[in-house]
């Protein structure tokens, strides 16, 4: 079947918007193609430097005809919904078909040729193409990321003619800026497009220049003894800037080598593209760099590299220039200027926020096994480097500097390692901290981050999260759980709510209680009383309603369990599981998980999975009794006369189980919590086949009622079984 090639040539692409294009250029086409009722076999999408191809293989030449039935309103149905119906189709009444006292238009479409469909699509693509920048030229109007010099549009080897404000489609194209021809040339399809451009210079496809870098650059620091640092960032960048790349090694001054290898790589990456280069004999980098050319020199790229060397040692010495003056500042002077820094406007400012941290992590310390003193004096250095001139250049190495500053002025080592790795982890590739200062701090400096949001009612909607709340819940669930760490989250979340407010005030407040008649005791007032008194503090931080403590609270804890429904199923767990958990009021990760996975495991028998029917037929027996009217209570009986063996039986499991899994929870082993259920299965089955519940006999309807009551409440110990699927 035919081929379909477009290409879109047009001066230099952003690299950072080629792929991002490409995908975009596949969605509208695609979208178009199929709307008129077009298929194909293959689709493939190219970006590059300075250009956008397309290629289709297997389009038919015209779409099929279609014939389609379109249900309108009934027969009986107002006359202003006839009319809409009408208007829409197109037709008169005396074409509408009745069936069944409902009408029906039959439409009938002849196939449209692709050429033209094709033509129609490129034109309301090219004009409503969704760049995040683009920008005119000339005189016309047509916008685009860049000035298009020449679009191909061929199927079937032959032209589809259609001109873009004053842009012919044709059969020709350019080849490398520098290295081609510097002629244009025609093509009369994709293999003939793809060879002729490789003979030009021009590697059509990422993932071809993304190779030929990789080797070529392997092979220039092998030829030296030396290893490149693998950078995917960058290597993706680089790969769109260079239609035929050629890496180049060059030489630096060694003295840069006295920098922090964080800044030489960042200074490197960021203003010039290269890549470093470290010894594997040696620790740290080697004097060196790796620039990707877009050229072929004629002397090997010596110039090349000696010019790139003299730019990367001006971007070095400034790099030096604020690490020499950074040591002459220190954690005093910037965390004074944190103070008129404002962190949001109904959360204060940076230095209130360092405070917060502090006074949480210190209380989290005890709990991940980390000295109080330590994890507070490394929050209180924790932000400090924001201020600092390093940080200013390269915002990306904030907490970084911040350590290696630290640990010059002489703090210890758990503190310097904390103010480097507080942030972490930032995604779910990033690593975890395990060492407990560092863990203390980096959970403290989330949670601040999540509950001052949630107070202020800035929380995530939809694809909406400005603050990365999302990631900030997901780095103290994965802080939580590969830490082992064993405490409530509503009470670390209460202690975060009352970092938002002054302690004096909060006494203040709860004095005032005191004297309202309110049982509580200053500091040692319980903490949910604590939040209810702080409502009316913060309430007066921002204009308009907030919500209380208690709610932020409670809001903050769903969207934990949120996040770690998400990262649990991520795992391979269902998100139901997690919410039956949930319900059971937990609040400590570590046991909730455990839970969830011995329960997966319970479910996934035979025992398991006929108990939950079980529940359910129990569940909804229970339920209907409910709508009726309260449940009967008080202990089941098993001496009734003429009492059926299989409820007798069922009435000595049920407590047999209660019993065991009690011992069983409060261990935490809950496998055996789950064999102990696992034990209900034969008397529910059997009681469920020989027993009618709804007994004509007042006493033993209540005795059956009492008894599913009583199965359900043992389960329920385990987790809300009404929530599971199934």
């Known amino acids: ?54 290629v289709i293989d297997g389009l038919p030449t015209a779409a099929e005809d279609r014939n389609e039935e379109v249900k309108g309103p009934k027969t009986s149905a107002p006359a202003q919904a006839l009319e809409g119906f009408l208007r829409k189709t197109g037709l008169t009444q005396d074409q509408l078909v009745e069936r069944d006292g409902v009408w029906f238009a039959e439409i009938s479409s002849k196939g449209r040729q692709t050429t033209e469909v094709f033509a129609e699509a490129v034109d309301q693509i090219v004009r409503s193409f969704p760049w995040p920048k683009s920008m005119r030229w000339g005189t016309g109007t047509l916008r685009w990321v860049r000035p298009i010099k020449r679009i191909i549009a061929l199927f079937d080897g032959a032209v589809v003619p259609f001109e873009i404000d004053g842009i012919q489609s044709g059969d020709v194209t350019e080849g490398h800026r520098f290295l081609g021809s510097g002629k244009p040339f025609a093509v009369k399809d994709f293999a003939d497009y793809r060879a002729k451009l490789e003979r030009d210079f021009v590697l059509l496809d990422v993932a071809d220049r993304k190779l030929r870098i990789l080797e070529a650059a392997k092979a220039a620091c092998a030829a030296r003894g030396l290893v490149l640092v693998d950078d995917d960032g960058l290597l993706d960048e680089v790969a769109g800037l260079a239609e035929w790349p050629t890496p180049i090694l060059g030489d630096m001054d060694p003295q840069f080598l006295s920098l922090p290898p964080e800044v030489v790589r960042l200074s490197m990456k960021v203003h010039q593209k290269y890549f470093a280069v470290r010894d594997p004999s040696k620790d740290g980098l080697a004097p060196n760099f790796l620039v990707v050319a877009n050229v072929e020199a004629t002397d090997g790229g010596q110039a090349l590299a000696t010019g790139n060397s003299r730019v990367l040692s001006a971007r070095l010495n400034d790099a030096r220039f604020f690490w020499d003056e950074d040591q002459k500042v220190g954690f005093d002077a910037w965390n004074d200027k944190l103070k008129g820094v404002t962190f949001h406007a109904k959360l204060g400012t940076l230095s209130e926020r360092v405070d917060r941290i502090a006074a949480l992590a210190r209380e989290i310390a005890p709990l991940v096994g980390a000295d109080a003193a330590q994890a507070e004096q490394a929050a209180r250095l924790s932000k400090a480097d924001l201020a600092s001139g390093m940080v200013s250049e390269f915002p990306e190495l904030q907490g970084v500097m911040g350590g290696y500053y630290a640990r010059l002025a002489g703090y210890p080592d758990a503190v310097a390692d904390a103010v480097r790795d507080h942030y972490k982890p930032q995604g779910p590739g990033d690593s975890v901290p395990t060492a407990p200062v560092t863990v203390a701090v980096a959970i403290a400096e989330k949670l601040d981050t999540l509950v001052g949001f949630f107070a202020i009612d800035e929380k995530p909607t939809g694809s909406r999260d400005p603050y990365a709340l999302r990631r900030a819940a997901l780095g103290v669930i994965r802080l939580v759980l590969e830490n082992g760490v064993r405490t409530p989250l509503r009470e670390l979340t209460l202690q975060a709510i009352f970092g938002l407010t002054n302690i004096t005030r909060v006494l203040d407040v709860v004095a005032r209680f005191e004297d309202g008649g309110t049982s509580t005791s200053g500091v040692g ?20 309603d907030l919500p209380s403590p208690r709610q932020v609270s409670a809001d903050v804890l769903a969207f934990f369990a949120d996040r770690l429904t998400v990262l649990l199923r991520d795992q391979g767990q269902r998100h139901d599981l997690v919410a039956a958990v949930f319900a059971l009021g937990d609040d400590d990760l570590v046991r909730i998980v455990r839970r969830v996975e011995a329960l997966a495991a319970f479910l996934a028998t035979d025992d398991g999975a006929n108990l939950l029917a079980g529940y359910k037929r129990a569940s909804n027996i229970l339920k209907a009794e409910e709508k009726k009217g309260p449940l009967p209570e008080g202990a089941v009986a098993t001496g009734l006369a003429n009492q059926p063996a299989e409820e007798t039986a069922l009435a000595f499991a049920a407590a047999a189980a209660a019993t065991a899994v009690d011992a069983a929870l409060e261990t935490e082993d809950f496998a055996a919590a789950m064999t102990a259920l ?6 529910v089955d059997a009681f469920f086949t020989g027993v009618m519940v709804n007994s004509d006999v007042a006493e033993e309807r209540e005795n059956r009622l009492k008894l599913l009551g009583q199965v359900r409440a043992v389960m329920g110990r385990v987790a809300d079984f009404g929530q599971i699927a199934g």
């Open 525 to 544: 007032a319980p903490a949910e009383l604590l939040a209810d008194a702080v409502v009316g503090l913060y309430l007066a931080k921002a204009e308009g």
């Open 678 to 683: 696992a034990a209900l299965r034969g008397p």
């Open 1 to 54: 079947m035919p081929q379909l090639l477009l290409e879109i040539f047009s001066e230099e692409i952003p690299a950072r918007m080629q792929q991002g294009a490409a995908r975009d250029l596949e969605r509208m086409v695609s979208e178009r193609l199929k709307a008129a009722g077009l298929t194909w076999e293959a689709l493939s999408v190219f970006a590059g430097p300075r250009r956008l191809t397309l």
